[in-house]
């Protein structure tokens, strides 16, 4: 069965700081899709990144960084010198290649970035 | 990329009573989802539902609760029956668009107070 662990329930950090969402997923798969997802106060759900189990390559897309890790199962995300906007919660989620199964989720990481 | 609107986008019930939510795409899609989300809580998938076919629920979920129609390959919609005070959650629907690699794009969500 697969399975998405965010350990971190809540994290609050000041304006600029660094802060990593830590995301450990399970599955039987070998191949399989990961993803992180915003939820903003306003409540809907915007995509942030779609990772290919094939590629382990980190990737950067202006101050988001994410550091997919194969051998330990990790799929960390990064901001970078956080914004007040950045507090959402934040949702990583697992799903197989081929199929219709929905996504599987984390619990969700609460970040409240403080000016 | 998907477009879907949903509404209502919250609402306020009387316990006892039933709230349909509805759930609109913008393109033909197979499989449509709805979530539900109580507060604080992560995603928690309720039914998958198929176009011409009965809506397939998870554990915990059952139709007499939760009727689900699929009329099209465009429109959905989400009953919530008998409703009390443990209804009150965010409700999602969510579609996969075609060749967009399991990118899930979600409604804006539907915000159920049940009093």
């Known amino acids: 069965a697969q399975k998405v662990t965010q350990a971190q329930t809540e994290i609050s950090v000041v304006e600029k700081e660094d802060v990593t969402l830590d995301c450990v997923y399970e599955?039987?798969?070998?191949?399989?899709?990961l993803f992180w997802y915003k939820q903003p106060p306003s409540g809907e759900l915007v995509f942030l990144i779609r990772?290919?189990?094939?590629?382990?390559q980190n990737e950067i897309s202006g101050r988001y960084s994410w550091n997919f890790q194969k051998s330990t199962s990790s799929f960390n995300f990064t901001i970078t010198a956080s914004q007040v906007v950045d507090s959402a919660v934040y949702f990583c989620?697992?799903?197989?290649?081929?199929?219709?199964?929905?996504?599987?989720f984390g619990k969700g990481t609460r970040l409240s970035v403080i000016a | 990329s998907a477009v879907i609107s949903q509404k209502p986008s919250r609402d306020i019930c009387q316990r006892g009573t039933s709230l349909t939510i509805q759930c609109q795409v913008d393109?033909?899609?197979?499989?449509m989802f709805w979530y539900r989300q109580q507060p604080g809580q992560s995603l928690t998938l309720i039914a998958t539902?198929?176009?011409?076919?009965?809506?397939?629920?998870e554990s915990g979920f059952v139709i007499d609760k939760f009727p689900i129609s699929r009329p099209n390959l465009t429109f959905s919609t989400l009953t919530v029956s008998n409703m009390s005070p443990e209804d009150s959650s965010i409700y999602l629907c969510?579609?996969?668009?075609?060749?967009?690699?399991?990118?899930?794009?979600f409604g804006q969500g539907t915000r159920l107070t049940v009093v």
């Open positions: 969510s579609v996969e668009a075609p060749n967009r690699d399991r990118e899930a794009f």
């Open positions: 393109s033909q899609v197979t499989m």
């Open positions: 990772r290919n189990s094939f590629d382990e």
């Open positions: 539902a198929n176009q011409g076919s009965e809506a397939t629920y």
């Open positions: 989620a697992l799903s197989e290649i081929w199929g219709n199964t929905p996504l599987v």
């Open positions: 599955t039987r798969d070998t191949t399989y899709y």
